[in-house]
């Protein structure tokens, strides 16, 4: 096996920002060097780790950007879907992934291999680590039990095991911060750098970010749903008035 490119990786994240670097099926910016030039600018922004999908993506970054990658494979539609199966495991590994993500959760997997399994047969030919992606406390625990190096709460509110929050699920990073030894990445649905703050301080190793930096789409949804439920206030309070915008009140004009 080869010599780990970033030696003390976890120690290293502590308390750092990683930032996922992914994009969409059949969006304007799939595209391998795109994602490249995000995790650059990423870490040019500061950011520890980058976190990235697809072989091709995970191979141009391994190649161009001198950071630890973690790297996963998104595959079918099942409900297991992040990196399933111990063959997707080492394909990711060997596109060049210093960390392999996958499904943590206690759900069947496509291959029938349980976690430890599949933990245990990466461990064998690889050196890769491997980050569990969980959804519940009990995930978290049985991934630790299997092994893992380290934990998210990628799938919070994912698997129907608990609600989806509006923001990270921060009862449960401070529930599995205080439990379990691994250390935990919060991971989901953190938009703002208050939300990231919060996630440290309820107890997360590192926190990962993605769509709020890395998601132009859904970035500009939120710009265009705020001016919209604006727009939408400002019309329905001038129906409020006599006349609408035209009405000018005798205050209006003392000037």
């Not at 099942?78 to 210093?98: E, K, M, Q, S, W």
């Not at 291959?111 to 430890?116: E, H, K, M, Y």
């Not at 039990?145 to 095991?161: F, H, Q, R, S």
């Not at 609600?163 to 250390?183: E, F, R, V, W, Y």
Request: with cysteine; aromatic share 4%; net charge negative.
């Amino acid at each position: 096996m080869d010599t780990p490119r970033h030696p003390d990786l976890i120690g290293n994240l502590r308390g750092q920002l990683i930032v996922s670097c992914q994009a969409y099926p059949n969006e304007p910016l799939r595209d391998p060097r795109v994602m490249m030039l995000f995790a650059q600018a990423a870490i040019d922004g500061g950011a520890a780790a980058v976190r990235t999908q697809g072989l091709d993506d995970i191979k141009l970054i391994h190649e161009n950007v001198q950071a630890p990658q973690i790297g996963l494979l998104k595959v079918g539609n099942d409900p297991v879907f992040i990196t399933p199966t111990l063959d997707d495991a080492l394909a990711v590994a060997r596109a060049g992934a210093d960390v392999v993500a996958l499904d943590g959760t206690r759900r069947p997997r496509p291959d029938g291999r349980t976690l430890a399994e599949t933990v245990a047969a990466l461990r064998t030919e690889t050196n890769v680590l491997v980050m569990a992606d969980c959804g519940s406390l009990d995930d978290a625990r049985t991934a630790e039990d299997a092994g893992v190096d380290i934990l998210g709460t990628t799938l919070a509110g994912y698997t129907g095991e608990r609600p989806k929050t509006n923001g990270p699920d921060l009862d449960l990073i401070a529930q599995i911060a205080s439990t379990l030894a691994t250390p935990l990445f919060a991971e989901g649905r953190i938009h703002t750098p208050a939300q990231a703050a919060a996630a440290l301080n309820a107890g997360a190793f590192s926190v990962v970010v993605g769509t709020a930096i890395t998601h132009p789409t859904t970035i500009t949804s939120w710009f265009v749903a705020a001016l919209t439920s604006a727009r939408e206030q400002h019309e329905g309070m001038s129906t409020l008035r006599p006349g609408g915008d035209a009405a000018i009140s005798g205050a209006d004009l003392a000037l």
